[in-house]
């Protein structure tokens, strides 16, 4: 039996196919981030972004100063007008309150959407140019740099696409 089981063992292991990889793909990284920040496309899309947030925050804040003057006003009456006309007032409030949400969510998913639009309208336009710069320099694979841990500095294209893109789209 011990033979066997060794006959069997011997048999598995120097019958295990053995494979190895050997590549002749070129591989580029980059770092898309900075590649978006700083290209002339993206900086002018990331700036569209930032001034919808900015418009979207100033409105809130302004909505929520308005709540805020509004419930100080209601603790102010609570002493001097009836209990039912503060219930009134109280609950007039809270619906305003409700609307704020409501508007403050709307405004989060059309921000998000418009923002994942305006990123998919930018890829859009320059992934035809990377692909173009990959066809030209033979790289098969781009990574983005972010997933790599080390690398050698002359498989980094960031500033390659950076100048690329500046180039091809106005």
């Known amino acids: 039996m011990k033979l066997f089981r060794y006959i069997l063992i011997f048999l598995l292991y120097f019958n295990t196919n053995y494979s190895w ?7 580029g990284f980059a770092d898309i981030d900075l ?9 002018s899309t ?3 972004i930032e001034t919808l947030n900015n418009s979207n925050v100033d409105k809130l804040k302004e909505f929520e100063k308005e709540l805020k003057n509004n419930e ?7 002493n001097l007008i009836s209990s039912e006309e503060y219930e009134k007032e109280v609950l007039k409030f809270k ?23 305006e990123l998919n309208n930018l890829f859009k336009k320059i992934n035809p140019v990377i692909q ?13 740099s972010k997933n790599i841990f080390i690398g050698s ?6 500033q390659n696409l950076i100048n690329e893109i500046n180039n091809k789209i106005k």
């Open 153 to 158: 500095k002359k498989l980094d294209i960031t």
């Open 35 to 43: 590649v978006i920040q700083t290209t002339n496309i993206g900086n």
């Open 72 to 78: 100080n006003q209601i603790n102010q009456k609570k």
């Open 21 to 27: 990889a050997y590549s002749d793909q070129n591989i």
């Open 132 to 144: 173009n710069y990959m066809n030209e320099n033979s790289i098969g694979i781009l990574l983005n």
């Open 95 to 117: 619906n305003r309150v409700k609307d704020f949400k409501d508007k403050k969510n709307k405004m989060k998913i059309n921000f998000n959407q418009t923002k994942q639009n």
């Open 46 to 48: 990331l700036k569209k």
